[in-house]
C-alpha cells in the first residue's frame, strides 16, 4: 500500500511518511506534486520510493537512506546529505547535492545551476554525484571534496556539458568530465588532466552503477575519453583583497 | 501604519504564468490551481494576478483598478478621472466574503477614453498622458492608488496568500490569453494592498521573485523621465523599466531583456565581435537600467510573457510548452499540476531570456 500524497501540504505527508517507517523497510509515495522534506534525515536500511515531483530539500540530511524517484526533482535535492543514495530517473532543478558529505547521487538526465556547490569530503566520507546529460553554471562551486561525474549523454546539438563559471572556487575534490567540454566556462583556476589509474579503477564502479540504475550501455559510454578536472590551487581566493 | 520603504522588506516568494500564444482563453482557476501549489513559499502578506484579454467589450478603453483608503479619496481622485477621461462606466470591482482577507480599501473600476482636448493640450502623446495622470494619482492624491491601467487587461491583488486572492476577486469568473501570478513573502513589513504584486503601467505588468539590489541605481535612473516610484518596493522600478526602454526608445522586447540582464564583461569579451559591440553598446547607453540581485522576473503585455533570471542564477525559475501554451513558475510542480506532459520542461538561466511573443494581432496604440 503506497501513500498518496496529492496535494496536500508536506507536514502531513512527511508524518504519515515516518509513521509507515516504523514499521516496514520501504516506504512508496505517489501523487507527489512538489511536497518538501520527502526522505529527510532518512537512516540507513530504509528505501523512500517516490512518483512524481518531488519538492525541495528532497532527502535533505539523508543519513544512509535510498531515495529513489520515478520523476523530477526540484532545488536541493540532498541537501547536506551524510550518506545513502539517492537516484533520480530524470532530471534536478538548482543546487542539487548543496554542501553533500557523503553517500551518491545519480540523476539520469540534467541539472540545473549551482550543482554539487560546496560538496566536501573528510576521512573516509566521500561523496559522489554522477549526472547522465549536462549542468547548468557554477557547476561544483566552492567545491572543496567529492567526486562529479559528468556523462554528456544524449546532448543535443549546441548544448554544453556544462554552463558558465565551471568550479568557481573550487578547492578540492575533482570533476571527471565525459567527451568535448566548453573550456572557456571554466573558472580561471582549474586545469584539465587525464586520468590515472586509480581514477579510472574509481570512474569505472560509478559508470558501472548508473548503468545499472537507469538501462544505460556501458560500452557505448567508454567509447569516448574521459579528462578530470581539479583545481590549481586549495586557495583560489588567497589573494583575492592583497597582493602576493 | 507604516508602509514599505519605511521599513526593510527582504522577500521570497513564488511567480507562475500561463499564455495561450494563439489566443485562446484560459480560466483563472488554472493558474489560482498553479500558484496555489506553491503555499508555502508565501506567507500571506501578498497575492496577486494579472490578466489580459478579459475585458473584450470594453478593448478600446483604459481599464483603471483603484484603491481608495477613504471616500474624500475616492471622490477626489474620481473628479480628477472625470477630467482627465472620458469614463464610460464605473463600478465596484466584484469581489466575495474570504475569512482570511480583511481591512481591505475600497476597489473600484473604470473604463474611459482619454479627454482629447485635454490631452492635445498637454501635448503628449496618449500613453505619455495616460502614465502621466496615473503618476499624478498615485504621487499626489494620498489613499487613491490606481494599481491597474492597461487596456483588455487587468491586475487583481491584495494582502492575503494568491489561492485566497483569487477566490476573493472570483478569478474563475475571467478568461485571458495570458495570465501572471504572484505569492509574496515579505518578512519584515506590514503588508499593504498596493504592495503587492503584479505591479501595471499601461498593459505592462510585473511579477517578481527576489530582491533588486540596484534598486536606488535603477530609481535614480528612471526618475529622469518623470517616473515616480511611489509603491516603494523595488519590483515597481522593472515596470518602469521595460515602460521606458519599450515605449519611449523603441527597444525590442528582447532587446530590453538584454538590457536589464546583460551579461559580466568578462564573458562580453568572449564574444565574437558582432556580439560584443552589441553588449557594449547596451551596458554603455544603459548602464543606469542594468539590474542586479537576485531575482526571477515574469513580464506580461499585450505583446506576449517574458520571463528573465538574474545573471547569476540566484533565483530558480522553471519554463515548459505543450501546443499553444507556454508555462512558467519558481518550482516544476506548479507547471505539472495544470500540464502533466509537457512537451519541453527546463530551468530559465541566467541572463538567457526567454520571450514568448503572442501571435495574434492585437491592435497597437498609436
Redesign the interface.
Known sequence: MSIVAG?R??AEVNDEIKAEFLSKAKVTVTD???Q?YLGNALDGGKTLEIY??A??DLAFCLNGGRVVIHG?G??AVGNTMGGGEIIIHG?A??ALGYGMRDGQIYVRDNV???GGIHMKEFRSMKPVLVIGTNA???LGEYMAGGTIVLLGLNLKRGEKLF??HCASGMHGGKIFVRGSFPR?NLSPNIKAVSLNDDDRKELDSYIRKYCRCFDADYDEIMKKTFMKLIPETSRPYANLYTAD | MLKEGQVRIPSGCAIAAIIDRKGGMINGSEIIKSI?????RSNGLGGGFAAYGIYPEHSDEYAFHIFFENSEAHQKCEEFLFRHFNIDAAERIPTKKVDSISNGPDIWRYFGRVNRVRMKNSRLDESEYVVQCVTKVNSAYDGAYIFSSGKNMGCFKAVGYPEDVGEFYMLDKYNAYLWTAHGRFPTNTPGWWGGAHPFNILDWSIVHNGEISSYDTNRRYIEQFGYKCTMQTDTEVITYLFDHLIRHHGLPTNVAADVLTAPEWD?ID?MDSERREYFTNLRAIYSGALVNGPFSVILGSNKGLLAINDR??LR?L?AAVKGDRAYFAS????I??ICPDPEK?W?V??AEPVFVPLEIDEREDD
Open positions: 496535494i501540504g508536506y507527489v506534486n512538489g518538501r512524481g515531483t519538492g525541495n523530477h526540484q532545488d532530471h532543478g538548482d540545473c545551476c549551482r547548468g553554471s557554477f554552463g558558465t572557456e | 496555489a501549489l506553491m503555499h508555502d564573458e568572449r547569476l542564477k530558480s522553471t518550482e516544476e510542480s506548479a505539472r499540476i520542461v530551468s538561466s541566467g
